[in-house]
């Protein structure tokens, strides 16, 4: 357990709204992603962080924002929702000997 | 660019057989990581099993073991005695020199009792 949680686990939103998503992680890990997950996809990296104020884009990050003003939590915002972010999306973090990335519960966001 | 392969999307297996997962990759990086992971219907995300591109020993976590062969880029997951609790999604990810995962688009496999 590398003690990362998710909030909220479930959210139904309408297209046009704003969403944010958070990543809380308890054991001071610097990497934090968020990924999302479609079928046919498999996991695909939105945004990334390796510090407080220190973000990159991943594959996927366009209508994405991202956050991070203290070391255990991770923003993800979407800023105005749409159907195509419909999706299942993922936290992690990084850790161990060989740079393995463990990840949260996950959240279910649908956008109506 | 970094890619991930994984050619089978659904397989079955007998309980208490054995099965063989796929997966291929393709990286212009001399070292790098490869992993396996599961997600059974509880959609938790759980790490199986590691392997680092330098190292020539196959790794081997309890009845899973991979079969890694590095000039042929590939990386297949072998579950020996399946368990109905084997019943997942399995994806195979690759980690280059950045710090980013590159994920299959993940195997069904379904333990028949």
């Known amino acids: 357990d590398a003690g990362i949680t998710q909030s909220p686990r479930h959210k139904v939103t309408e297209t046009g709204t704003p969403v944010t998503l958070r990543c809380h992680q308890t054991e001071n890990h610097r990497y934090m992603y968020w990924y999302r997950q479609d079928p046919g996809h498999g996991l695909r990296l939105i945004h990334y962080?390796?510090?407080?104020?220190?973000?990159d884009k991943g594959e996927v990050s366009d209508g994405y924002s991202v956050s991070r003003s203290k070391t255990e939590d991770f923003l993800l915002t979407l800023e105005s929702a749409t159907s195509s972010q419909t999706s299942v999306y993922f936290c992690?973090?990084?850790?161990?000997?060989?740079?393995?990335?463990?990840f949260g519960p996950g959240t279910r966001l649908t956008v109506l | 660019a970094q890619t991930v392969t994984q050619s089978q999307p659904e397989m079955s297996v007998q309980e208490a057989e054995t099965v063989t997962l796929s997966c291929t990759y393709d990286?212009?990086?001399?070292?790098?990581?490869l992993f396996w992971y599961k997600q059974p219907p509880s959609r938790q995300m759980i790490l199986v099993i590691r392997?680092?591109?330098?190292?020539?020993q196959n790794a081997t976590e309890n009845r899973f073991s991979v079969n890694f062969q590095k000039a042929a880029k590939s990386f297949s997951l072998k579950i020996s005695d399946s368990q109905l609790g084997d019943t997942a999604m399995y994806f195979c990810a690759l980690k280059g020199a950045t710090n980013k995962l590159i994920f299959g688009t993940g195997t069904l496999l379904a333990v028949q009792p």
């Open positions: 392997q680092e591109a330098y190292k020539q």
């Open positions: 962080s390796y510090g407080v104020k220190d973000t």
């Open positions: 992690a973090i990084k850790q161990g000997p060989d740079n393995e990335q463990f």
């Open positions: 990286t212009s990086e001399n070292n790098y990581y």
